[in-house]
């Protein structure tokens, strides 16, 4: 009996770290009697519709979304706390996860690490709380896009099309103005070889995009403080 309890607590482990591994989630607290809190980890590139280099590390959307959904279906999972430390990606992949996250109807909170730049930072306010620590940066910019671009006005509408839909959805999310974003964005003095401006730890909480500046430590406890008030 007890080598039976061994063996399953031993392929119980091994799952849990190969799903770190492959996803870059976990279910926190899994000794309680619950598992109140869901950690997923947005590392790297997030990856859309084409493969990234092996080299890469990635966050891949069609892991996290499914992931998403099945948090809000479950009657364990009471809470989500998204990590970040990511250079941005797919727009429409990065949206997607936002959006989904956005709408989960558990409490959220987000914790900004290194860095979540670009479409990075809708992710990081699409949560009902954020966190950025002391040297965690943001880098906010216009939309870019690689490859044959074809120079015609039609390409600038929906180059502004896609724009509008990420600072919307910013705006909506954090008390930054749609002004004050755009002015971000557009900056000219503050990156060499391109526009837009980087916001480091208590900069980013001043323009009001991120609402703490703080660790782990507090976003688990506010995590937990959120759970409790919905129960």
Not at 38 to 59: A, F, M, R, W
Not at 118 to 132: K, L
Request: hydrophobic share 40%; charged share 25%; net charge negative.
């Amino acid at each position: 009996m007890a080598d039976e309890k061994k063996d399953e607590k031993i392929e119980k482990e091994e799952h849990r770290d190969e799903r770190i591994e492959k996803t870059g989630q976990v279910s926190l607290d899994e000794n309680a009697q619950m598992d109140s809190i869901h950690l997923i980890s947005i590392i790297g590139e997030i990856e859309g519709h084409e493969n990234l280099s092996n080299n890469s590390k990635t966050t891949k959307y069609e892991h996290i979304l499914p992931s998403l959904a099945a948090i809000e279906d479950s009657k364990t999972i009471q809470g989500v706390l998204v990590l970040l430390n990511t250079m941005g990606g797919d727009v429409e992949a990065g949206l997607a996860i936002a959006e989904m996250i956005a709408s989960l109807s558990k409490p959220t909170v987000s914790l900004v690490l290194g860095g979540s730049h670009s479409i990075g930072v809708p992710i990081a306010v699409s949560t009902d709380y954020s966190y950025i620590v002391n040297t965690g940066t943001m880098v906010i910019h216009p939309v870019r896009m690689n490859g044959m671009v074809i120079g015609v006005p039609q390409t600038f509408e929906y180059f502004k099309l896609i724009q509008d839909r990420i600072t919307g959805f910013v705006c909506g999310h954090c008390s930054i103005s749609k002004q004050v974003l755009e002015q971000l964005m557009m900056e000219t003095g503050v990156l060499t070889k391109d526009v837009g401006t980087i916001l480091v730890g208590e900069e980013a909480v001043k323009y009001g995009i991120i609402n703490e500046v703080g660790g782990i430590d507090k976003a688990i406890a506010k995590l937990h403080e959120m759970i409790d008030n919905e129960t």
